[in-house]
C-alpha cells in the first residue's frame, strides 16, 4: 500500500536480547520519526530524520538505542541488551514537510521485553 | 518547556449526542496546534490542525476545534457523535519552545454508549 508500514507488528523478546524494528516510509517522504508510546500515555518523541542524517536524537533514552536510514527512505531502530522496560509500542512516521506538523503513521511494532 | 494535558483520560457519552474533549498548552511563543486521532488495531491520523488564521478550525468526521490564545486552549468538539468514533484522541503542539517537535498529550478515550 501506499501508507506507512512498519515490520514486525508484534516482537517478543527476552531481556538482553538485541531488536530490529524496520520502517517503510510513504515514498517521496523526506523526514522520519521514531516515537515510543507506552499505555496510557501519548507518544514520546526519540528521533527524526531529514534525509539520511539524523536531525535530532535528542528523545533516545539512552545508548541501547540507536537508528539508521542509510538511503534516506527505509529505517531501522535498533535497541541493544533490551530491558523490560524497553516494552512499548514503537511507532514510525513520515512528512513531507518538517514545519506543519501533519505526520503519517505506520500501525506500530509492539516489543514486549520477558 | 512546552507541554500538552488532556484533563480527561476517557469520556464516556452517548451516541448523537454532543462532545468536548479538552486540550490546554503551554508555551511563550506561537505554536501551531493538532488533534490525531487513533482508531481501535489502526496508526494514529490527522484529525485537524491550527497553523494561522482563523480559530475554528474544520477538520474531518464533523470534528473542529477552537484555538483560544488567552486560555491556551484547543478544545476539540462534535455535535453529534457516532458509535463510529469511538478512538483515543491526541492534543499535541509544536513551535520555537520544542524546536519544532510534537509534543503530545496523554491521549482521551472516546466512548460511545449506545
Known amino acids: 500500500g501506499a501508507g506507512v508500514s512498519q515490520t514486525p507488528s508484534n516482537k517478543v523478546t527476552e531481556k538482553g536480547k538485541y531488536v530490529e524494528l524496520r520502517c517503510d516510509p510513504i515514498?517521496?517522504?523526506?523526514?522520519l520519526y521514531w516515537y515510543r508510546q507506552s499505555l496510557g500515555q501519548g507518544p514520546e518523541f526519540l528521533i527524526y530524520?531529514?534525509?539520511?542524517?539524523?536531525?535530532?536524537d535528542s528523545g533516545l533514552p539512552n545508548d541501547r538505542f540507536f537508528a539508521v536510514r542509510p538511503e534516506g527512505s527505509v529505517s531501522t531502530l535498533k535497541i541493544q541488551r533490551t530491558e523490560r522496560g524497553d516494552s512499548a509500542v514503537y511507532l514510525c512516521a513520515s512528512s513531507l514537510t518538517l514545519d506543519t506538523g501533519e505526520l503519517f503513521f505506520g500501525e506500530g511494532s509492539r516489543l514486549t521485553v520477558l | 518547556a512546552q507541554s500538552v494535558t488532556q484533563l480527561d483520560s476517557q469520556v464516556p457519552v452517548f451516541e448523537e449526542a454532543p462532545v468536548e474533549l479538552r486540550c490546554n498548552y503551554s508555551s511563550s511563543v506561537s505554536v501551531y496546534l493538532f488533534w490525531y486521532v487513533q482508531y481501535p488495531n489502526q496508526g494514529l491520523q490527522l484529525l485537524l490542525k491550527?497553523?494561522?488564521?482563523s480559530t475554528l478550525v474544520k477538520g474531518i468526521n464533523g470534528f473542529e476545534a477552537e484555538f483560544n490564545k488567552s486560555q491556551t486552549s484547543f478544545h476539540l468538539r462534535k455535535p453529534s457523535v457516532h458509535i463510529s468514533d469511538t478512538a483515543e484522541y491526541f492534543c499535541?503542539?509544536?513551535?520555537?519552545?520544542?524546536?519544532?517537535?510534537?509534543?503530545w498529550g496523554a491521549g482521551t478515550k472516546l466512548i460511545i454508549k449506545p
Open positions: 515514498s517521496g517522504h523526506t523526514a
Open positions: 491550527y497553523l494561522s488564521g
Open positions: 499535541a503542539v509544536t513551535g520555537a519552545d520544542s524546536n519544532y517537535q510534537l509534543i
Open positions: 530524520f531529514q534525509g539520511t542524517g539524523a536531525a535530532d
